[in-house]
């Protein structure tokens, strides 16, 4: 019955960072060991989600500089980046875990500073039932290929971008 | 600052339940009031999230009778719709609440045993800085327009459609 599956949250709509709290939160419900990487969020960043998971004792780490593709330091970027999937790859590979997230982990295949081919290989390496969800926009096609469940998120209608209100603590972080 | 949203999460793809459960962590995660109201899962269902809500000491209340548009017994259908309903407008104009999700309620309003004008007449009357959160595919028009942030789910690829995978639990549901 248990069958890890590989499972992509992309495109440009919110949703994607929740969607896999939520199943984060449904599977530490059922006991699962889980542990979450965030790839972009500033590792001493303190938002809504850091707070409810410190509380639960699920463990979120953080050791993004809290870069985007307008980094002023982007050698910096990617060295954090690097070792963010080192990390992670020795998480995925010494398969303690049940479910892993990669929170937007698809900007550093995008930007090329992780190969797709890398995290194809690992993702085939890890246990039979480990779950991995990777979210954020610009997933690759090669990984899109070889994931078992992929959804993409679509904005409709964005409050920031239509209606000029301001990110809502809480809801946006 | 504080300006209570209408966010929809629709379409035919996963990720929309489990994105209100998402925000819903990250608001608990900021002492918010949270509450979440299910249509569509059974009274007596014990997901991994009704186990990690009741763990965190999070209100799910489910009044569904695990009803589908295949529903045998439509009439018993319709009327705990309407019985849940009454109950979240009850709590939207109590207004107690930082953040109410109304999960799977789309269906109610599309099959019309809630009219969607009674919907929007009850957002519109509520606390100004509370958030609401909808779910369900087929989001009626009317509600769309009236949302403030409405983001469509869309299934790229299914392991149960493509790959014949059965629903792993922890994972959807």
Redesign the interface.
Known sequence: ???G?V?????D??????????????????D?NVRMFQFIKHSTAR??????????GLPIESLGDGFTWLSKDMDETTALAVAQWERCKQAILAGEE??IVLDEFTYAMHYEWVAVSDVIETLKQRPEAM?VIITGRYAPQEL?DY?????????????FED?G??A????E?
């Open positions: 019955m248990r069958r599956l499972i992509v949250n992309t495109g709509g919110k949703g994607k960072t929740t969607a896999a709290l939520g199943v984060l939160f449904r599977a530490w419900g059922r699962f938002f809504g989600e850091h707070r409810a998971a410190e509380r639960i049940d479910l779950h899109i994931a078992d469940l992929v959804t993409e998120m679509t904005l409709i209608k964005h409050p209606q209100i301001k809502q603590p809480g809801i972080f």
